[in-house]
């Protein structure tokens, strides 16, 4: 028996009852796969911690966003670098990111903390340099 036969054998009702099947099972692996997304999406934005000391953190000039996110979840800022990434590229946010340094806190979400990067909300809490220090003394307070 050759292909074409096989193929002949089926009728018009079958094929597209096939097709039928198919296209429901890819739906609904897509429908699953997306909410699972969704699901692993929304919980790696929630903060890290309810409550934490805020923390100084700073964005080097020339640092790209993947460094950036790398970084704040290294810092125990935020949960998943994937998931800061992919937010920041949601919102356009992807080449706004700012060099400075920043108060930020583990209770903070990571739609505050780019709110914040992305704005340029530097920490602008005073220093205080002794006087008499010499350059490097004041360095390393820096």
Known sequence: MNIKETFSKFSNKKWLRITGIIVVVVFLVGLISWNRFESW?????????????DVSFTVESGE??????????ESGLIKNAKAFTIYLGRIGKLSSLQAGTYSLNPAMSAEDIA???????????????????R????EKIL
């Open 135 to 138: 350059l490097s003394e004041i």
């Open 115 to 133: 709110d914040i990067i992305s704005n340029g909300k530097v920490d602008t809490r005073l220093l205080t340099i002794p006087p008499g220090l």
């Open 64 to 73: 790209n966003p993947d460094e950036i996110a790398k970084n704040l979840q």
């Open 41 to 53: 999406y929304s919980h790696n934005l929630r903060p890290v911690a309810t409550v934490g000391q």
